[in-house]
């Protein structure tokens, strides 16, 4: 004599759904531990932009991306550049009594 288990659509959706809750609170638990650098520059001029320029005063052709110094930057549309650290640095880290180790090439 089998034994079949038969799953409802009601019990099937509670289990998709406690699914995407639990892995949406380790995912975020997994960011708060992580001290991850992005940041976000607008173009400093009136006119519109014709191309990105990075705090080097590099020109960028928009849709581009680039790192420099393991820091992944893209520019837009809109001549603005967003930046993030191909890095992260966990955020209970002590600087004090820590050594830094770092490799710019493998990052």
Request: glycine share 6%.
């Amino acid at each position: 004599r089998l034994h079949h288990t038969v799953f409802s659509r009601s019990q099937g959706a509670t289990f998709t759904m406690k699914f995407i809750w639990i892995f949406t609170l380790a995912l975020g638990i997994c960011i708060s531990l992580c001290d991850g650098a992005c940041y976000y520059s607008v173009p400093k001029t009136e006119i519109p932009p014709t191309a990105c320029v990075d705090e080097d005063g590099t020109h960028h052709e928009f849709g581009t991306e680039w790192v420099k110094d393991c820091i992944r930057c893209s520019c837009h549309s809109d001549g603005s550049i967003g930046c993030c650290a191909n890095y992260v640095i966990p955020s209970d880290y002590d600087k004090v009594n820590c050594k830094e180790i770092f490799n710019k090439d493998t990052c």
